[in-house]
């Protein structure tokens, strides 16, 4: 049988069940890798209408990843893959312009282009969260500067007025000076790729639910994880000791009336185009340990 592929992703929980032995208590018989620093962040350089979702529809090789759940709902209703019903995350993110920007308010936003990732979790929050402020003709969104670090590359570099940022490269921008408008918090889908064993599921799961509740209760003893995440260019200027924990998991059911809710708000700001999001059937696009 294969081994239970692991791949860490934006966040500190796979870390801390790995250092400290978790999975391998729970009995996983897993590998575990990390793509973003042994690539340099290579695979977030992109530019224009490619993202999270086209990532998902290439294919991922772990058996779970994650995304935020917008983007997961409409892969998991096209089958690229399966939304993971009995658990979802919250990350801080918000959108962050220079300290000495003229823009003070999130309503001076309207027209200037703000960096995000294309279908990716900036995408929908930074509409969401602006929709407040102007019409939806006034917010305006830049795909060119690429994915998460590639995009907080850029923007620390010049490349664009504003950006939404989150996780690490949140708190990296903070610890920077750059100054933060708006929170932009948004939920995020595990994936279930391939045909794993709904018991290694779960046992990676219970790994994940003690290193939740150990970051809960000394978060400053892991934020050093981060580093594991960076690509190392970075390294010799962040401080994790001024870090927040990051992105939190919830062990609570991502219900239908969540998926439903998002799905209708998907469609109606037509991130996609029409027609092309999937039967949007609940019970078609996730997978439960509960019911397995």
Known sequence: MAKFRIEAHFRLQEWVAEEKGYFRDEGLDYEFRELIR????????????????????????????????????VAASRGHTKLFADAYSVAPSGI???????????????????SVGFQSGSHYATI????????????????????????????????SQAATLFGGPYYFAEQLGYR???????????????????ADVRKYFNALRRAQRDIDLRPEL????????????????????????????VFEPYSREVFEQSFDWIAKHEIFESGSMGSGSYENATVSMALA
């Not at 979702?53 to 997961?72: D, L, M, P, Y």
């Not at 962050?96 to 703000?114: C, E, M, T």
């Not at 402020?133 to 907080?152: A, C, N, T, V």
């Not at 708006?182 to 709904?198: K, S, Y």
Request: charged share 25%.
């Open 96 to 114: 962050f312009v220079r300290a000495d920007s003229a823009i003070k308010s999130p309503a001076d936003l309207a027209d200037v282009p703000i």
């Open 38 to 73: 042994s690539s340099d962040g290579a695979h977030h350089v992109t530019q224009g209408q490619s993202g999270a979702f086209q990532s998902i529809e290439k294919g991922r090789e772990a058996n779970i990843t994650c995304a935020c759940h917008w983007t997961v709902n």
């Open 128 to 159: 969401q969260a602006l929709e407040s402020y102007m019409p939806s003709d006034k917010i305006k969104l830049s795909f060119d500067e690429g994915m998460l670090f590639s995009r907080m590359e850029a923007f620390f570099e010049g490349k």
């Open 180 to 198: 933060k408008l708006i929170d932009t918090t948004f939920m995020v889908g595990a994936m279930i790729n391939g045909d794993p064993d709904m």
């Open 222 to 249: 892991y934020t050093h994880y981060y580093k594991m995440e960076f690509p190392e260019r970075f390294h010799a200027a962040m401080d994790t000791r001024r870090w927040g924990p990051g992105e939190r998991i």
